[in-house]
């Protein structure tokens, strides 16, 4: 023994009460959910993930993560060992057993067990993960005040090396991005691509307004296909704010009037520092308040209902 102590303490709440994490088709509580450390998830961060929100009961935009999901493990050459609609059920289940009505999910696929190479194809089956838990991830003065960005020096891989839209398990791109940003004293941080254009920020979409109009970097800038981002200009369009895809750089950010960030965990969040520059007034402006009073309004309906059992 080396004497470590075990990081999270003895939950005290009755059986009935604990936190339950669906693994490989059973309803575990915490402390017995554990996977093999020869899970290629593990030791090569081979594997997928999405994260999706609980707003009111419902879960919102379920079957595009879903598709996501399915969607970065074939891209991945590994296939999930139960179909879509046992996904979405197993999902379901999860939440209703932690009956929340307002949080997180965490979809994760492993490649699963195998010996200690890199052949995936000596995992014979994936496993699969599902918890259901709370999340905030910016203090509520975030929301209010705006969030300070840097640009980080890391860069977001090319589309040959590794397509953006994979959801791997592999994310230390960006938890070396987000490493600057804290470093800075900042919240988030823009990622360029190679090319110097931007991308995305380390977990978030971002959007621009300038002159009444948004924009947005186009996916093949190297950011992810986010669902907050589609839902947004959906948005934008019932609006009738025009919102056009276009290749920013920083100057973008620099000259805009506002801008804001979208996320599955942060959802429509303002920022309005680059770099120690401010953007526009230095204050979340009015058409960004606009989206987030829209987007509020949207997750109260727009979700798959969960069937409470409790
Ligand atoms: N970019 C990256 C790198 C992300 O990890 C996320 C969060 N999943 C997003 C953008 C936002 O995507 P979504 O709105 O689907 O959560």
């Known amino acids: 023994m080396l004497g470590l102590k075990s990081g999270t303490p003895p939950d005290a709440r009755p059986r009935?009460?604990?936190?339950?994490?669906?693994?490989?088709?059973?309803?575990?509580?915490?402390?017995?959910?554990?996977?093999?450390?020869?899970?290629?998830?593990?030791?090569?961060?081979?594997g997928v993930f999405e994260g999706i929100r609980i707003y009111h009961g419902r879960i919102f935009r379920l079957n595009a993560h879903l598709k996501r999901l399915y969607e970065s493990a074939r891209s991945i050459c590994m296939e999930i060992?139960?179909?879509?609609?046992?996904?979405?059920?197993?999902t379901l289940e999860t939440v209703a057993a932690n009956n929340l009505q307002d949080g997180y999910i965490r979809l994760v696929i492993t490649r699963g067990v195998g010996s200690l190479g890199l052949n995936p194809f000596q995992c014979p089956r994936p496993g699969i993960i599902i918890i259901a838990s709370t999340i905030s991830l910016y203090p509520a003065e975030r929301y209010e005040k705006g969030l300070n960005l840097i640009t980080c020096a890391t860069r977001r891989?090319?589309?040959?090396?590794?397509?953006?839209?994979?959801?791997?398990?592999?994310?230390?791109?960006?938890?070396?991005?987000?490493?600057?940003?804290?470093?800075?004293?900042?919240?988030e941080g823009i990622m360029l691509n190679e090319q110097g254009y931007v991308a995305e920020c380390t977990g978030d979409n971002v959007f621009v307004i300038k002159d009444g109009q948004v924009y947005t970097p186009p996916i093949s800038a190297g950011g992810l296909d986010g669902i907050t981002r589609q839902a947004v200009i959906e948005i934008l369009g019932q609006l009738g704010i025009r919102c056009t895809e276009k290749m920013m750089t920083r100057h973008d950010l620099f000259t805009a009037d506002e801008?804001?960030?979208?996320?599955?965990?942060?959802?429509?969040?303002?920022?309005?520092?680059?770099?120690?520059?401010?953007?526009g007034s230095g204050k979340p402006g009015p058409v960004t308040a606009q989206v987030v009073a829209a987007f509020h309004e949207l997750v109260k309906h727009d979700g798959t209902p969960v069937p409470y059992t409790a």
């Open 16 to 46: 009935y009460l604990r936190m339950k994490i669906h693994i490989d088709g059973q309803l575990l509580d915490k402390e017995d959910a554990k996977i093999s450390v020869f899970d290629h998830g593990l030791l090569y961060g081979d």
């Open 259 to 279: 801008c804001f960030l979208t996320g599955t965990a942060a959802e429509v969040i303002p920022a309005v520092q680059l770099d120690r520059r401010v953007i």
């Open 157 to 187: 891989p090319t589309p040959a090396a590794l397509s953006p839209q994979v959801k791997s398990l592999n994310y230390l791109n960006n938890v070396m991005a987000k490493i600057e940003a804290i470093q800075a004293g900042c919240e």
């Open 81 to 90: 060992p139960i179909s879509i609609e046992e996904m979405e059920k197993a």
